[in-house]
C-alpha cells in the first residue's frame, strides 16, 4: 500500500507560481508511474501531468505544456509540480497518484483509472 499526501496549494494572483509536493509513505514509490489531475468544480477530472517509473519520461496535457513541469525526488519518496504563469482556469483541486506499472508503451499515464493511488487533492485558486 501507498499513502500520498499533498501540499503546497493556496491561492495566487495571475501569473503567479506555486509548487505542490505529494509524498509517499507505506512503501517507497520508486517503480512507480506517477502523475497530477486536477478537477475543476462542475468537471471531469482531466490529467495535468505524469512520469513514467523510470522517471526518464515526461507528459503533460497541452493546456499546461511549457508552465508546468513535474519532477521527483526518489531519495525523499516526493513528487513536484512546478506550476508557473498561473491562469484563473488552472483553479481545481489537485491530485497526486502512483500505478502499479512503469506506464503504457514506455509513456507516461493519462487515464486515470490505471492509477491505483490516490492522495485527498489540495485546493488551487488562481484570482484574476
Known amino acids: 500500500q501507498v499513502q500520498l499526501v499533498e501540499s503546497g496549494g493556496g491561492l495566487v494572483q495571475a501569473g503567479g507560481s506555486l509548487r505542490l509536493s505529494c509524498t509517499a509513505s507505506?512503501?517507497?514509490?520508486?517503480?512507480?508511474?506517477l502523475g497530477w489531475f486536477r478537477q475543476a468544480p462542475g468537471k471531469e477530472r482531466e490529467f495535468v501531468a505524469g512520469?513514467?517509473?523510470?522517471?526518464?519520461?515526461?507528459g503533460y496535457a497541452d493546456s499546461v505544456k511549457g508552465r508546468f513541469t513535474i519532477s521527483r525526488d526518489n531519495a525523499k519518496n516526493t513528487v513536484y509540480l512546478q506550476m508557473n504563469s498561473l491562469q484563473p482556469e488552472d483553479t481545481a483541486v489537485y491530485s497526486c497518484?502512483?500505478?502499479?506499472?512503469?506506464?503504457?508503451?514506455?509513456?507516461?499515464?493519462?487515464?486515470?483509472?490505471?492509477?491505483?493511488?490516490w492522495g485527498q487533492g489540495t485546493q488551487v485558486t488562481v484570482s484574476s
Open positions: 507505506g512503501r517507497t514509490f520508486r517503480p512507480y508511474a
Open positions: 512520469m513514467t517509473g523510470s522517471g526518464d519520461t515526461t
Open positions: 497518484a502512483a500505478a502499479s506499472l512503469l506506464g503504457v508503451a514506455g509513456m507516461p499515464i493519462r487515464r486515470p483509472d490505471l492509477y491505483s493511488y
